[in-house]
């Protein structure tokens, strides 16, 4: 099996959210933050072992989701 290791980055209402779900606090060390990404990619990402055609799907924004990072943005600022 062949593994690569990618670096990310993700905004801090991100983290906010990672942190809801998995009922981390704010100022988790970064280890426990990137154990959450990968929990989430291989829970409910789209995994695929081999390479595969992708057909062309129209995506529609979780809008729930747009807004409650919204009214957390508001709240922080």
């Not at 057909?55 to 809008?63: E, I």
């Given at each position: 099996?062949?593994?690569?290791?990618?670096?990310?980055?993700?905004?801090y209402l991100?983290?906010?959210?990672?942190?809801?779900i998995f009922d981390l606090p704010?100022?988790?060390p970064t280890q426990a933050l990137s154990a959450g990404v990968e929990k989430l990619v291989f829970q409910h990402?789209?995994?695929?072992?081999?390479?595969?055609?992708?057909t062309s799907l129209?995506?529609?924004?979780?809008k729930s989701a747009l807004?409650?990072?919204v009214t957390n943005f508001k709240g922080a600022a």
């Amino acid at each position: 099996m062949n593994y690569e290791s990618r670096r990310i980055t993700i905004s801090y209402l991100a983290v906010i959210e990672l942190c809801k779900i998995f009922d981390l606090p704010q100022d988790a060390p970064t280890q426990a933050l990137s154990a959450g990404v990968e929990k989430l990619v291989f829970q409910h990402g789209n995994v695929q072992a081999s390479p595969k055609v992708e057909t062309s799907l129209s995506t529609q924004p979780n809008k729930s989701a747009l807004s409650a990072m919204v009214t957390n943005f508001k709240g922080a600022a």
